[in-house]
């Protein structure tokens, strides 16, 4: 019986894991291109630094922590009048991608802030005292430096965008937690519940493993 059941599931769960792929790495770039700049400027303008700016760092500080404090499920709810104008709709994985973007760039703007903070302080007074430009301080010396801990960081955010993924189900976001709502939780079906969590921690697993991996790889110190 429950053979039968995962063979009926399998289409379904084909299309939801694709889906739940597509979001998350939409999430994933917008984070990405958003929150590393984010989180360079949150260091670069930290005290004692070569931008230091008081007012840059207490503003762009209080939005991060601002949006990072509120809950996903209220952030979706709140989202959908924006998401209806981004996408035209307020269902499935692109509507679903705007909310699991929000989330995502303020929590991996801290990733990257805190990953600069282990930069060897003097490598970047060394670099202010033979002239390099702040560019050039940010391109060859905190993103080189830091390019271990900022990889960790993008496997921590896919892994957290995963799981947000997941309750975007609850709104009709599509992927995998959209199924395991429908068919798992009011159909009460223990085998496509069972089914949905194996398949989430089987992918977790492995986005970990290659996010280690890679790390350890670019690891030149």
């Known amino acids: ?14 299309k939801a894991f694709f889906e739940t792929i597509y979001m998350v790495l939409i999430a994933l770039a917008i984070a990405i ?17 070569f931008l ?7 503003i762009l500080g209080f939005i991060i922590n601002m949006v ?16 209806n104008l981004i996408t035209g709709s307020t269902i499935g994985p692109t509507a679903a991608s705007v909310s699991l973007s929000v989330a995502g760039i ?27 430009t702040p560019w050039m301080i940010i391109k060859d010396v905190l993103l080189s430096e830091a390019r271990p801990g900022i990889i960790q960081g993008i496997t921590l955010t896919t892994i957290s ?12 976001g599509g992927g995998i937690g959209d199924l395991a709502i429908r068919f798992g939780y009011y159909r009460y079906d223990n085998t496509v519940m069972l089914t949905t969590i194996v398949v989430l921690i089987c992918l977790v697993q492995l986005i ?11 690891d030149k110190r």
Request: aromatic share 6%.
């Open 1 to 14: 019986m429950m053979f039968e059941s995962l063979l009926t599931l399998l289409p379904d769960l084909d």
């Open 33 to 49: 291109i958003i929150g590393l700049p984010l989180g360079i400027l949150l260091f670069v303008t930290d005290k004692d630094l």
């Open 52 to 58: 230091e700016n008081k007012s840059v760092k207490s």
């Open 68 to 83: 990072r404090s509120i809950p996903f499920i209220i952030l979706l709810v709140a989202l959908l009048p924006i998401t």
């Open 106 to 132: 303020p929590f991996f703007a801290r990733i990257v802030e805190t990953s600069l903070r282990e930069t060897n302080k003097g490598i970047i007074e060394a670099a202010v005292a033979v002239g390099a």
């Open 161 to 172: 965008l995963i799981g947000y993924s997941a309750m975007a189900g609850i709104i009709g």
């Open 208 to 218: 970990q493993l290659a996010g280690d991996l890679i790390a350890r790889k670019v």
